[in-house]
Structures are given as C-alpha cells and as structure tokens.
C-alpha cells in the first residue's frame, strides 16, 4: 500500500471518529463533512485513540499483508497474514515488534 494513501485514510479515519478517546473499524462509505469516504473495495481500516495516542491498521480483504502505526512507533509496519484474515484490533499501546510485524 502506498504510504501516503495510508497517511490520507488514517486521517480521515481520526475525523469520522472524532471524539477524545475512541475505537472504531471502517469498512463502507460514510458521510464526512460535505461527502463521501470510502475506502477502496474490500478494505477495512480501524482506529483508536486513547486521546493522546493513536494506533491504525489496514488490511484488503483478499490480500496477504496488514499494515499498521501507532504514536510510540511512527513508522509504518506491516505482518503477511492470510488472505481472507480478519483485521487486527488497532493499538496506541501495542509494540509492533520485529519478527512479527516488519518496519517499512
């Protein structure tokens, strides 16, 4: 996944869900502002926040790799997963740790 398109749908993530502290998975389109987002086919993104911290994952329903951040780790990471898998919850606390989650 291209890292700025995951930069743009994780802030628009953060605005859909805009309260203090806050989990939530996006996975259709939804109403933001004056339009629509919704993220590309088959697609889902979750978000949480504990209000100063952040954690984001994405996952294509028929692809192979998650993608994630958080505020303690600001790079980008991703996990080979099984097609098919379900997203992982996101995390502001979780350590994406090497070995299991690889620093793009």
Do not use: R
Not at 7 to 36: E, R
Not at 79 to 86: D, E, I, N, S, Y
């Amino acid at each position: 996944m291209n890292k700025n398109l995951f930069k743009i749908c994780f802030v628009i993530a953060l605005t859909m869900c805009a309260v203090s502290a806050y989990a939530c998975i996006i996975s259709t389109p939804l109403v933001l502002g004056g339009g629509t987002f919704a993220p590309s086919t088959k697609v889902t993104i979750s978000v949480e926040s504990g209000g100063t911290a952040y954690g984001a994952n994405s996952l294509h329903s028929s692809g192979d790799h998650e993608y994630a951040t958080n505020s303690s780790q600001p790079n980008f990471w991703y996990k080979t997963v099984q097609p098919g898998a379900t997203i992982d919850g996101a995390s502001s606390t979780t350590i994406l740790v090497s070995g299991t989650w690889t620093s793009m």
